[in-house]
């Protein structure tokens, strides 16, 4: 149904009068005649009974008049909401992460959900190796990781929103003389307990010291399925671990760990906003944006 005809309409049936309506929108009053003659051969019905002198609804005007400003507001209304969907006001977004790195960014989603509040947002915690998959197959816009276990792939657009690093971790009464910081080759003197999916740089470097050093120690290096098998292991003493050390914070129970900083080797990390580049839904790149400058506010100098 044309909107024009629409109004068109609505004002003869006000007025009562064909001449009144068409000066009301300044055109003809033949021009506004053939609008309503197309608005009913569209409807398939009469609108208007009118002769020389009078213009009177029909049974199917009246309902059509009766509803016509209902009609209107709510066109009016889907355009309102098209539009903020086009500008990323409204719509929805997926993101995916792991709980442990929720502390890390919670701040820069409740700021999103306040500028856009029509915005639908879900976020789920999936396995830490799957958050790349996930973003390349398309199942979410959006996916906090780190940069080690981003592939190198064309279709993912990498932007770093936090930096790390990677800290030892052992139980608060693991027997070491270890203190706050160490060598490569003291840790090496300890068990390690390493989950599979975790493979920073420098975890490479530590273990080809390792295996350059041929100290039986270094044979002790355990690698286990997840994050919390390594920590359930590190929890009852059977060696050490390494986590960031934002995560570490996050840990139910964390005062039960101590960490120890590595002196001689670099464990930086950065935590990634990952999305596909082909993904061009502006709620993502209004998140994408509101990230970027979180993260230029809290870099600059004081």
């Given at each position: 149904m044309d909107l024009m005809s629409l109004k068109y309409f609505q004002f003869v049936a006000m007025y009562r009068n064909f001449s009144r309506a068409a000066e009301h929108f300044y055109i003809g009053q033949s021009a506004l005649s053939r609008q309503i003659a197309n608005l009913e051969k569209e409807l398939g019905v009469q609108l208007f009974?009118?002769?020389?002198?009078?213009?009177?609804?029909?049974?199917?005007?009246?309902?059509?008049?009766?509803?016509?400003?209902?009609?209107?507001?709510?066109?009016?209304?889907?355009?309102?909401?098209?539009?903020?969907?086009?500008?990323?006001?409204?719509?929805?977004?997926?993101?995916?992460?792991?709980?442990?790195?929720?502390?890390?960014?919670?701040?820069?989603?409740?700021?999103?959900?306040?500028?856009?509040?029509?915005?639908?947002?879900?976020?789920d915690d999936i396995p830490f190796g799957e958050l790349s998959d996930s973003i390349i197959n398309g199942v979410y816009d959006l996916a906090f990781t780190f940069d080690y276990a981003v592939p190198h792939n064309d279709q993912v657009a990498k932007m770093p929103v936090g930096d790390d690093h990677f800290v030892a971790v052992m139980s608060a009464d693991f027997p070491t003389t270890v203190g706050e910081t160490a060598t490569t080759?003291?840790?090496?003197?300890?068990?390690?307990?390493?989950?599979?999916?975790?493979d920073p740089p420098f975890l490479r470097q530590f273990r080809l010291a390792g295996q350059e050093s041929g100290a039986p120690s270094a044979g002790r290096i355990e690698y286990v399925p997840n994050t919390l098998t390594a920590m359930l292991q590190v929890d009852m003493g059977l060696g050490i671990t390494f986590l960031p050390k934002a995560i570490l914070g996050t840990l139910h129970g964390?005062?039960?760990?101590?960490?120890?900083?590595?002196?001689?080797?670099?464990?930086?990390?950065?935590?990634?906003?990952?999305?596909?580049?082909?993904?061009?839904?502006?709620?993502v790149q209004n998140f994408v944006d509101l990230a970027r400058d979180n993260r230029r506010v809290r870099r600059a100098p004081r």
């Open positions: 009974n009118r002769d020389t002198r009078n213009v009177n609804l029909t049974a199917a005007g009246s309902v059509l008049y009766d509803n016509c400003d209902l009609l209107l507001r709510h066109h009016e209304l889907v355009g309102r909401l098209i539009e903020a969907a086009k500008s990323g006001y409204d719509g929805q977004l997926s993101i995916a992460t792991v709980a442990n790195f929720g502390p890390m960014f919670t701040d820069l989603v409740k700021k999103f959900i306040a500028t856009y509040p029509n915005v639908k947002i879900r976020i080759r003291d840790l090496l003197e300890l068990p390690v307990i390493i989950p599979r999916h975790i964390s005062d039960r760990y101590r960490c120890c900083e590595l002196s001689d080797m670099d464990t930086s990390c950065s935590l990634l906003l990952i999305r596909r580049k082909d993904n061009v839904q502006k709620t």
